[in-house]
């Protein structure tokens, strides 16, 4: 696996800086891009107590937050949902995903934080999956974000070991890229309609190097993050959270305080457990639980 060091930081002074910005992000969205894919931003036309970040899943995009980002705006904070490279593409079947970078998702995220710092005078994030690395990456390096909500990260595939997962990921890597339906019963029918149905093999595994640099990283140096919540569903057959849990003890052991494990209990078999069309997410359930995490209530 190869090192991932942070890129440097460069916050919004302001929210015209950061609103101008998003703007930028926002022109990257061509007609390629899926109408309800695009980077999107609910704010109140002021800088806010709190601003929050929401990262997608793999092959997912923003129109994967529909439901929950207006909840949060409706709490008071400033909500910015950008789109990943190669995310959210009309054509459900693009190959392009197969270029993604672990690095790109690294700027990425960085540079979403960067804009969120401009749009609240704190900064949370909350991520699934894929986003959910994302922002255990930002609890690990950046010390300007006060909350990092790492809704089941995918540290290490199914129910395998961090040591097998680093094995196939070395070889997959090796190999020539493949796409793989996400369930090969039904192909183009997975849903939710907001993900790709399938997946580059290339692109995982660029995934499992961020991971790796966040297990690496979480034994030798202390989160520089604020509060760090991993949430995991019980029943998630897609990920180890064994493997999650051993990332939170790692950084419980150089930090003491501010750092938490939760697991979710009576939730089907599932790994996207936001995304509101996903026939098994309960979303009923998980909002309430994700909304109090993050603790952003301004009076």
């Known amino acids: 696996m190869r090192a991932l060091a942070p890129p440097p930081s460069n916050p919004c002074a302001s929210r015209e800086e950061a609103v101008a910005r998003v703007r930028a992000v926002m022109a990257l969205d061509d007609a390629r891009i899926a109408p309800n894919a695009r980077t999107a931003l609910l704010e109140h036309g002021e800088r806010r107590p709190w601003a929050v970040v929401l990262f997608h899943g793999f092959t997912n995009h923003p129109g994967q937050f529909v439901e929950l980002a207006p909840l949060l705006s409706a709490l008071g904070a400033n909500v910015y949902v950008p789109r990943m490279p190669y995310h959210g593409y009309a054509d459900r079947l693009t190959r392009d995903i197969a270029a993604l970078r672990a690095e790109e998702l690294i700027d990425a995220a960085y540079r979403a934080v960067d804009i969120a710092s401009g749009l609240g005078e704190r900064v949370a994030v909350l991520g699934i999956s894929m986003g959910g690395l994302q922002c255990a990456y930002l609890a690990q390096f950046r010390d300007d974000v006060a909350t990092s909500v790492c809704v089941a990260p995918d540290f290490s595939m199914l129910q395998l070991s961090r040591g097998v997962t680093d094995t196939i990921a070395w070889v997959?890597?090796?190999?020539?890229?493949?796409?793989?339906?996400?369930?090969?019963?039904?192909?183009?029918?997975?849903?939710?309609?907001?993900?790709?149905?399938?997946?580059?093999?290339?692109?995982?595994?660029?995934?499992?190097?961020?991971?790796?640099?966040?297990?690496?990283?979480?034994?030798?140096?202390?989160?520089?993050?604020?509060?760090?919540?991993?949430?995991?569903?019980?029943?998630?057959?897609?990920?180890?959270?064994?493997?999650?849990?051993?990332?939170?003890?790692?950084?419980?052991?150089?930090?003491?305080?501010?750092?938490?494990?939760?697991?979710?209990?009576g939730l089907p078999a599932n790994h996207d457990i936001i995304d509101p069309d996903n026939p098994l997410a309960r979303t009923e359930l998980v909002y309430p639980r994700l909304i109090d995490t993050l603790a952003i209530r301004t009076p």
């Open 172 to 265: 997959l890597d090796r190999l020539p890229n493949l796409f793989l339906w996400w369930d090969p019963r039904i192909k183009m029918a997975q849903r939710p309609k907001t993900a790709y149905p399938r997946f580059s093999t290339h692109a995982l595994m660029q995934i499992q190097h961020l991971a790796d640099a966040i297990y690496r990283a979480a034994r030798n140096e202390p989160a520089k993050g604020g509060r760090i919540t991993a949430l995991a569903n019980r029943a998630d057959p897609a990920v180890n959270n064994a493997v999650t849990q051993d990332v939170v003890k790692d950084w419980l052991s150089l930090r003491r305080e501010g750092i938490e494990y939760v697991e979710l209990t």
